[in-house]
């Protein structure tokens, strides 16, 4: 299965490249699988560009440039290539950012210099390095190769949207953004701001800005000879992306809600295409019949706040659902295929043009132990875990004690005896009870072995699964690993990790706190609470 992504097009409409990100769900077919291949459509092409990862076009349709393990020039009328970078690890010229407008008519490049050095423009057979200020992390360049738009940052320093005169040498500042802030991470550094675009003859230009900090952002259009602009749009969600038609008649502009806009860069019309469109952009949860998985995304649910989900065909049950995220649960009566993919759908407004298209594999048992969301500066995320006697979830501040039987809250555990209804919140009684063995264990340095107590459907929730176990005693680290596994059909075993916020059992005779520090919990054990802690529904 593959998601194409990064469609490229020559400005007659008649070529188009893309990249097909393949997709594998696990197991032993996933060894030899392409993750990724360059393809073209509209042109034949002597050469295999399988495996070229993205790939772009120039405007005129005669050169391709591949962005692989090494950069490549293509003439796709010959097949002859250059190879423009073989160095490992991207040190040699490479595209700048993503890539996108850097080839120009003629087979003219632009390309990134290597660690520290100016831009490079590749010109039949010859490299130019030029004079450019500052380091570019997104260019663009015009067909005849005459003007260069680029964005640049520092930390620090505000955003700059500079153009640049190839044959004058000269630039010219056109916009200003806010100041960049620090990454939190060295291997993430600022996203670009200006998403710029430039017409085909370099002469005007669109950018992303919010009017005021704070705002939603909005296109501009500019000159890039003069340096004057106008905002072309006013959208109260904000503009996520946008491009210019080469003759510069036309702006193309998405919103943060999946709305698409067409905008008259003479007159300033804006006009409405399309509506919003559900875009589901990742899940979580164990897939399994029965079971309650998160969707994340963008216009998840209509603007009346209602939200219709379909897996697999079937009517799938939604709980709190928003634009960007939403519960659902994947219907019992849908037969699980781990090789199988199954089509989810989100409705979207009545007077939308596209459809949403995502898919997951469904299995017979895929544990999940459900997490709460990271808080603070720490990413870690902690599992959903109450205390023997319901009076609050495990944590740091109040861990779980060697000898106390702790409730894990999870998803994916399969089918349940008696059965349950799609759609139905759990009853407290009977209990119901998951049919699906499951092998778990404590692990610091060895494993020990525990036997579940209880694993089923917890009361008074909508596809979540409790699963009751004892905690060892001699455990001593301060965060034990819980494992749990199950034998999962024809892919074998299928098994998730929690972590165990533990209080180091020392013998004390007169501890402040008996509950929580004594060696050996003697508490109250209830098998269900009336109000378990999980996630909102």
């Not at 993503?98 to 010109?123: I, W």
């Amino acid at each position: 299965m593959f998601q194409l992504t990064q469609p490229d097009i020559t400005a007659d409409g008649a070529i188009l490249v893309y990249t097909a990100n393949g997709i594998c769900f696990g197991g032993s077919s996933c060894l030899a699988y392409v993750s990724s291949a360059g393809q073209i459509t509209g042109a034949s092409l002597p050469r295999d560009l399988l495996q070229a990862e993205p790939i772009r076009i120039s405007r005129d349709g005669q050169y391709v440039l591949t962005l692989g393990a090494k950069t490549e020039l293509i003439q796709l009328a010959t097949g002859q290539a250059v190879t423009l970078n073989v160095e490992p690890y991207g040190q040699g010229p490479r595209p700048i950012g993503d890539g996108y407008q850097t080839l120009a008519d003629a087979g003219v490049a632009l390309l990134a210099g290597g660690q520290g050095e100016g831009p490079l423009l590749y010109r039949g057979g010859a490299i130019t390095r030029l004079s450019i200020s500052k380091p570019p992390v997104l260019a663009r360049i015009s067909r005849d190769a005459s003007r260069i738009l680029y964005e640049t940052f520092e930390t620090g320093q505000p955003y700059q949207l500079i153009a640049y005169d190839v044959t004058q040498a000269t630039e010219t500042v056109l916009a200003q953004g806010p100041v960049v802030t620090p990454s939190a991470s060295p291997f993430s550094p600022p996203a670009p701001y200006f998403l710029p675009w430039l017409t085909d003859d370099g002469l005007q230009a669109i950018y992303l800005a919010a009017p005021t900090a704070g705002q939603p952002k909005q296109v501009y259009l500019v000159s890039t000879r003069l340096g004057t602009f106008h905002k072309l749009t006013d959208i109260p969600e904000g503009v996520s992306s946008a491009v210019i038609s080469g003759l510069g008649n036309i702006v193309y502009a998405a919103s943060a809600s999946n709305r698409l806009f067409a905008a008259d860069t003479a007159t300033g019309n804006l006009r409405l295409l399309t509506n919003r469109t559900p875009q589901i952009i990742s899940w979580e949860g164990g897939a399994a019949p029965g079971s309650l998985i998160s969707l994340h995304g963008v216009a998840l649910s209509r603007t009346d706040g209602t939200a219709a989900v379909r897996i697999g065909g079937l009517d799938a049950p939604g709980v709190d659902f928003g634009p960007e995220s939403g519960y659902v649960q994947i219907p019992w009566e849908l037969t699980p295929d781990p090789t199988a993919v199954v089509p989810v759908s989100v409705g979207a407004e009545s007077d939308s043009m596209f459809e949403q298209v995502f898919s997951l594999t469904v299995a017979e048992v895929e544990p999940f132990f459900l997490t709460l969301p990271a808080t603070g500066a720490s990413a870690e995320r902690p599992d959903v875990i109450a205390h023997q006697d319901f009076h609050g979830l495990v944590t740091t501040a109040d861990p779980a004690v060697p000898g106390e039987i702790l409730h894990f809250y999870m998803t994916g555990l399969g089918p349940v005896s008696p059965a349950l209804g799609t759609g139905q919140t759990t009853p407290g009684n009977p209990h119901y009870v998951s049919a699906t063995p499951l092998t778990c264990s404590f692990t610091e340095l060895t494993s020990t072995p525990v036997t579940p107590l209880f694993a089923g459907l917890a009361p008074g929730l909508l596809g979540i699964y409790q699963l009751d176990v004892q905690v060892p005693q001699g455990l001593t680290t301060a965060k034990p690993q819980f494992q749990c596994s199950a034998h999962n059909g024809a892919i074998g075993i299928s098994y998730d990790v929690a972590s165990v916020p533990l209080q180091r059992c020392f013998r004390v005779r007169r501890p402040a706190n008996p509950r929580a520090k004594q060696c050996g919990f003697r508490g109250l054990f209830r098998p269900f609470s009336s109000a378990p802690p999980g996630p909102s529904q």
